[in-house]
């Protein structure tokens, strides 16, 4: 793997923000806009001089409710948006549950795969990211994107979520991923209510214990709405809060839409907790 993408990936200098490009007509934020390769360029040219580090490409959208689509069509998706992304120069994560996808999309130059499924959606995946070396971000859901909001139960939330990593961990070393590969995410909005997903962020920090980089989605997402009775489009305050509330806990890494919001969100975060910031003399 190239060895200056590895070190923007590694780097805990300041928090890293991940990018999000779908090539989704139905994301739930923003599908249909970057179905076109020249868009999806554009927008992963833009992104990355708004300061996002990493840009993950999806081609299915796991919004609730979401019906699955066929490996075909994914890759017909994906691909295009994959090599758009590989050009800016930045790290690109390939958001699948499938090996073949991930497979592809790495052929392509992307150098992450990030499973909603924690490993668990594809027999072969963790196959091939062992064999690509490459970083993966193991994610925590409850059921599947179609049903996963009907009813979420657990007896605590954090503590089922961390069982769930020890488990997925063991398993992933054991099938050859590096430890230094793997990233963590609990799944925000995936499978839990908007009380369970407050909690999870309250009590992010304890997910520092198990010793992996903590990734976390919130970006405009409907537990914002609910607490602000924001809809959709109004909802960047509330990101803004998350973001700045999971980089006080301790996450590496922050998957936003609103690039520049959140890159000074993360940065100005990072200069109250970090002492990033310096007065040049």
Not at 40 to 57: K, P, Q, Y
Request: with cysteine; glycine share 8%; proline share 5%.
């Amino acid at each position: 793997m190239n060895e200056s993408l590895t070190a923007i990936l590694e780097d805990t200098t300041a928090t890293r923000v991940m990018g999000i490009l779908n090539a989704t007509p139905d994301s739930f934020y923003d599908g249909g806009r970057y179905c076109d390769p020249a868009h999806a360029a554009a927008h992963a040219a833009r992104m990355v001089a708004e300061g996002a580090h990493i840009l993950d490409v999806g081609a299915e959208s796991s919004r609730p409710g979401a019906e699955p689509i066929g490996l075909d069509e994914e890759l017909r998706r994906a691909l295009p948006a994959v090599e758009a992304a590989v050009a800016t120069g930045a790290p690109v994560s390939i958001d699948t549950w499938r090996a073949a996808t991930a497979e592809r999309a790495l052929a392509a130059g992307a150098v992450m795969v990030n499973d909603i499924t924690g490993l668990r959606g594809d027999p072969d995946m963790a196959r091939v990211i062992a064999a690509a070396h490459c970083f993966c971000v193991i994610m925590h859901m409850q059921g599947a994107p179609k049903t996963m909001q009907n009813n979420p139960v657990y007896d605590d939330a954090v503590a089922d979520i961390s069982a769930f990593f020890q488990e997925r961990i063991e398993y992933a070393l054991a099938k050859g991923i590096p430890e230094n590969r793997i990233w963590l995410d609990p799944g925000f909005g995936f499978g839990k209510t908007v009380e369970q997903n407050l909690d999870l962020l309250r009590r992010l920090d304890a997910f520092n214990a198990l010793g992996f980089p903590l990734l976390v989605g919130t970006s405009n997402k409907s537990t914002i709405g609910a607490v602000l009775d924001a809809p959709l489009e109004d909802r960047r305050d509330g990101t803004a809060a998350t973001v700045a509330i999971a980089i006080s806990k301790g996450v590496h890494c922050v998957r936003v839409h609103d690039v520049r919001a959140m890159a000074r969100a993360a940065r100005m975060s990072d200069a109250i907790l970090r002492g990033t910031f310096r007065v040049e003399a």
